[in-house]
């Protein structure tokens, strides 16, 4: 074959990429978008207060894979701090005496090898308490759990296997409890699992936003269509829910009261992918930006391959393809554990890292989306914020991808 014919059979394969219009994955849907870089000033203004953070230990006992990753939602009770880590374990902190490990409150999952497993081992990303005081997960892994912090006992409310309106929930993602003891929670998407967040990501969005009624054990879904669904805050007087969109870098809010009952309107877009969310106060609401869309550097994802849907479905067929290709062969041909690894990272949010920013940005807003203040971390002490939360004169960091929590004095 001449280096001409080569070329050709690539340009072509290319373009059946780009625009054929069935191939896997199928059901997904592509758009263009444009992202609108704001600039970094008023309440957005850079400071370097996130760059003083402390490194809090990275010692932990009990936990499945031994080590501290991904520490994704914050939790505070009796001075205890909780969050959920890689390998499914749900972790505390003494705050009283930080310096001691964290200790494990209770795995979602399975015994695994390793991060590749992560449907196995579960991997708890939202956390709530009820109005009972029992802890409610979000595990992207097993869906929306109970657990008794003093038994460990596991209850499942929503498993990922349940079929809700003709879907799963496949990425548990974030849960908020009502005083009355409904839950909302997100699923970030009905057609991927996590480690496929990628292919989620530059869709058009299957991800949704559900109601989950503890009386009757049953799930409503309020809004379809969501682009990586993530993280959901009430408001104070519980008449409208805010919804982050992970993968059109905005914040919903969805109308639960009034005259705009069950409908849903865009307040902001947010400088980069808005993660978890908490109300810290009656109508302040704390927001970790992982991926900050900064006003003077140029974005891979944002400037190009998000503007154009044929880009998009280009890299998310390819995305699929190194995915399904060792997975096929593990499966079908010989089981390997590199073929399996190769598989997990292959559509994995990690990644995306090396084109990711190293950068730390918390906002806060209100209830109509505007930006109220900001917390800046430009040299990356802790970058790739998913949520924070301000207690005893700390606002904590937690991150997915991070090997650490930090924390830094803030005044209340
Ligand atoms: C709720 O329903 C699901 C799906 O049928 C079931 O798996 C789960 O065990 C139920 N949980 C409770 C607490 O009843």
Partial sequence: MSLWTIFKVLIFVNLILMFAPIFPPFEVTYESLTFHKRPFDGPLTPDDLLDQ????????????????????????????????????????????NPQKPWETVVQTGQHCLGQY??????????????????????????????????????????????????????????VTVARDGTLFYTTSSTLFHLGEGVLEFF???????????????????????????????????????????VGKARIMKYHLKGDLVDQVETILDTPGSPDNIRRVSNDRYLIGIPNPLLPDRFSLVADVIMKKSFLTRWVSRITYGMKMIPELINRHVFEHVWLQKASYWAANFEGMLPILPKYGLVIEIDGTGTILRSWHGPQGVVPFICEAIIYDGYMYLASPFNEFMARVRVEN
Wanted: aromatic share 6%; hydrophobic share 40%; charged share 25%.
């Fill in 53 to 96: 953070a402390e490194i809090l230990t990275t010692a932990v006992t009990g936990s499945e894979l031994g080590f501290f990753k991904g520490p994704e939602s914050l939790l505070i009770k009796d001075n205890f701090l909780y969050t959920g880590i890689q390998g499914g374990n749900v972790v505390r902190l003494d705050l009283k």
């Fill in 117 to 174: 497993e992560e449907n196995k081992c579960g991997r708890p990303l939202g956390l709530a308490w009820d109005i009972d005081g029992q802890l409610i997960v979000a595990d992207a892994a097993h869906g929306l759990l109970k657990v008794d912090i003093r038994t460990k006992k596991i209850i499942s409310l929503v498993p990922s296997t349940l079929d809700i309106q003709g879907k799963h929930n496949r990425i548990t993602n974030f």
């Fill in 203 to 245: 869709s058009s969005g299957s991800g949704r936003l559900l109601r989950y009624d503890p009386k009757t054990n049953t799930s409503k879904v309020l809004l379809n269509g969501i682009s990586f669904a993530n993280g959901v805050a009430l408001s104070e007087n519980e008449d409208f829910i805010l919804l982050n969109e």
